[in-house]
């Protein structure tokens, strides 16, 4: 059977899940009947066979690898998504309903991560970009952190309103926590600065079903006994990340993708260009059409580099762009419900080609729609 199946694929901009690098779809394509030297399929193996704890260290080894993840730290397979981590953390590092957590919330999924709060302990909105329809990053003098915050917790890019971090907010000695899911693995991160970061695996680091949790030796000392076995990440942990079933199959693919990234892409440094790169094309676009596209950051230091999210001047002409685009095989570049428009998802399996194919048609359309 042919794995040639480029020509017969179309250019995915779906925010997630999202494109998975076509090399990496071959590879699971010729594994997928049995993989080589066990004679079963990664979705028939037991997760307590020494075939699949031989592809769990392999992906665990090759996260910290990429990111330079210290001993100091715990990478965790969960499962729930990034949604059950939003509850999994005020209920473990939260030790009292007095105690506070501060959230910067500069969208969507920091809004929902901060709802979460109030069943553990005490929420502080350092910053809630809510009032401008979140569509800027803070400033330093626009946090209002508490004097004595059990954590901070960030989202460092919103994949809906298109802003990203590109440095983490100032903590103090106050351990940060940051909600990575859709700029996971797309540049270099100092892990040693953060208590936590989390992430769902399907916009940059495989297929929907696995989050992974990379976690300070020191947070995990709180969780304590106060939740059930597998919502307390000290316990999962001690289990290899198989205090149940694992995923198998998703952390089979994340291990896969960091492989690509290791040994195709030249890592993060790599990636990260290639990203930045992919994203400058797209704005360089909007910047010089006049006006006929608007982008939804205001501040172009906070644009994102992975969701480049924009619209034009009636929701008739969004809907006519998106129609056209995909006639052309540039596929689910919709806007999220919330807002509308349209959005780009240039996460590091998105090829150069496929940016430069929608820059071109952007072009194209505001000539012929302007």
Request: charged share 20%; hydrophobic share 40%; glycine share 8%.
């Amino acid at each position: 059977m042919s794995t040639d199946v480029s020509v017969k694929r179309v250019f995915n901009f779906s925010a997630g899940p999202a494109a998975l690098p076509l090399s990496v779809l071959q590879e699971i394509q010729r594994d997928m009947i049995a993989l080589p030297g066990v004679g079963a399929s990664i979705l028939e193996i037991s997760h307590r066979s020494s075939a699949f704890v031989e592809i769990i260290e392999d992906a665990r080894n090759r996260l910290v690898n990429l990111l330079g993840i210290p001993d100091t730290h715990e990478v965790v397979f969960m499962q729930g998504g990034a949604r059950l981590q939003n509850a999994m953390i005020p209920a473990n590092f939260l030790t009292s309903k007095d105690e506070t957590a501060d959230y910067v919330v500069t969208g969507n999924w920091g809004k929902n991560s901060a709802a979460e709060v109030p069943f553990y302990g005490v929420l502080n909105k350092a910053f809630d970009g809510a009032e401008g329809s979140f569509t800027r990053l803070p400033e330093a003098a626009d946090l209002q952190f508490s004097d004595n915050a059990g954590y901070i917790h960030f989202t460092s890019n919103e994949t809906i309103h298109g802003l990203q971090f590109k440095q983490a907010p100032a903590n103090g000695d106050v351990p940060l926590v940051c909600d990575a899911s859709s700029d996971f693995l797309s540049r270099p991160v100092n892990i040693s600065e953060y208590g936590m970061i989390y992430a769902c695996a399907q916009k940059n680091a495989g297929t929907a079903g696995v989050t992974v949790c990379i976690i300070s030796k020191e947070l995990l000392e709180r969780c304590g006994d106060r939740n059930p076995s597998y919502l307390d990440y000290a316990k999962v942990a001690a289990k290899d990340s198989m205090l149940n079933t694992p995923p198998t199959f998703s952390i089979y693919v994340t291990g896969l993708v960091c492989k690509w990234l290791q040994e195709e892409v030249g890592g993060l440094e790599a990636i990260e260009k290639m990203n930045s790169d992919k994203a400058r094309l797209l704005y360089d676009v909007v910047d010089e059409s006049g006006g006929f596209y608007v982008v939804h950051a205001a501040n172009p230091e906070h644009r994102s580099v992975m969701n480049v999210v924009f619209k034009m001047a009636t929701p008739e002409l969004d809907r006519k762009f998106l129609d056209e685009a995909a006639a052309e095989n540039l596929t689910t570049l919709g806007g999220h419900r919330s807002i509308g428009g349209i959005r780009a998802s240039i996460y590091n399996a998105m090829p150069r080609e496929g940016v430069e194919a929608l820059a071109g048609f952007m072009k194209d359309f505001a000539a012929a729609n302007g």
